[in-house]
């Protein structure tokens, strides 16, 4: 068995090479001095651990003797964690989806030893198929001309990478933010809805909470009740569907199908954390418990299956895991999740397991029509052709059994790292769920993951904080999405407790993130701070896709710390980003949904509950409602209860029960 340089480092990822016989390093100075002493190109291959695509190239490729040989004589190899350098993959990525049109993971791309991109890809096939070059072809030819054509290959890196500064810039010297751009990504959104199985678009179908939380504020903000609806359809069919866990709760990555029912069964952290907010804010609009219910679903799943003893919570797990456990190297997509149909009769018995398969949509010969691998034949995936009822208890006794049973498969790959950023989003939802659902556990779940961060992975008093934490290390200086992120959590955790220590928090971490990333002279937020000089561009990420962007976190982060604090700076410096990306808002809005709600929080007129005395059960009533631009104060002093409803510096006169509030806020 080979062993390389990867053997040393943390990351699941890079541990899942570092037994190939490809020469890795770790991206870093050593390969950079390598690569300039020896004048060879880099070969870059980033990925991540729970990536399926990526575990299919080391298998075909950097597992080959052969291949790895090409590899080691003509380049250095260098393996990247995209979870954890997100920096590095987006200057790279962003050349892949210039240079190629796409984009996705595992990433290739062939650099300069000056770290200047020449040649990108993602996936290649060992040999040629699929339509695309074999890798070893593509090695060869890149190899001879770095040899015969290197002026060529050095100019074009110049010249690609002065195009990829062009394409990334962001000033604030253009026109003024046009507020018709809400109306503007509202009809598009209209336009690509299918209104029939929900979301945007055609297959594959990949949840993109930025977009509900876009059409629930817009609808808040203009009554317009399809925006709404629209949000509402979506979730209620990605409930349904093979792409929610029926079993265990929360959401696989996305549907390779139009109706959410053939998912890709990896599961992220950062997917569960922006849901569950997503059908909490659901249930608050509608008072429906499907959305409650769901809600919960994912945040119990993330308690018992992603979360670290210690209160943090894992990254993800994997699509893959092992068909039979007497062949523990065969591996299918989905194996942990899917049942036959034999299985379920021996399990709940020949009567509860018809009506169970008559509600789950199960068949005897499996009820996948289309399956190219074959990883779901006579087998099935569980979705709701019959609407659940919640209180049958002879169904919830079912799924018991069955996840009991499942429990004992082999589990797929955790990825048990612990990202600063993704961790804020899920204590966010916890502290949200704790709020809207009134549920202790969720309450402690987030208090518990906070002081995870603060003890591990954030100096405060120096303002220090770290990117991940793995096997008690933690590594990688934070991006401005990891102090964006925290900013919005302690927030959150303030609106539970009214403790000061978490005000402080939040203003220390904001004071901070302005420090390292904001662009003083153009405007907005540079990812990463400048101290990364490996780096050969640095970027204003602002596309809110899977993940909101780390601006549109930023400026959702300083608007809300401006409202409670009434600290004009922070306002100002929000305000500044928008006119940075206001040729972005005013061309492009349905990139940039998360950052129109920030928008249209700063447009919003001011709006704050003033609570008084022992008024816990005014805050709880206040909490069921969705009231995304009022903001809540608490005088928590032993008077009376009282409640205030302050909105564009003008003040209704105090209620004091739960009934008159209620009224209020209606």
Sequence with gaps: MHTNRLIHEKSPYLLQHAHN?????????????????????????????????????????????????????????IKLDREERPDVDRVYMTFVQATTGSGGWPMSVWLTPDLKPFYGGTYFPPDSRYGRPGFSHVLEQLAQAWKTQRDKILDSSVSILAELESYTYVSAGGAPVDTSALDSCYYSFRRSFDRHYGGFGTAPKFPRPSVLNFLFRYFHRTGEEEARDMALLTLREMAAGGMCDQIGGGFHRYSVDERWFVPHFEKMLYDQAQLAVSYLEAFQITGEPLYSRVARDILDYVLRDMTHPGGGFYSAEDADSIIDPAHPHEKGEGAFYIWAHSQLVELLGPERAASFAEIYGCLPNGNVDHDPQGEFTGKNILYQKRPVDAADEELAACRRILLDVRSRRPRPHLDDKILTSWNAMMISAFARGAQILDESRYRDAAFRAFDFLMANLYDVSAGILKRRWRDGEAAVDAFLDDYAAVTLAALDLYEISFEPRLLDTATATASRMVGLFEDRDHGAFFSSPDSNSELVLRMKEDYDGAEPSGNSLAVMALLRLAARCGNDAFNDKAQHALTAFSSRINKQAVTIPQMLCALMLSLAPKSEIQLSGAAQPLLDEFHRHFRPFTSVTWNRNDGAPSASLCEDFVCQPPVNTVEELRELLH
């Design 21 to 77: 016989p490809v020469d890795w390093y770790p991206w870093g100075d050593e390969a950079f001095r390598k690569a300039r002493e020896e004048d060879k190109p880099i070969f870059l291959s980033a990925g991540y651990s729970t990536c399926h695509w990526c575990h299919v190239m080391e298998r075909e490729s950097f597992e080959s003797e052969e291949i790895a040989a090409i590899l080691n004589r003509d380049f250095v190899s």
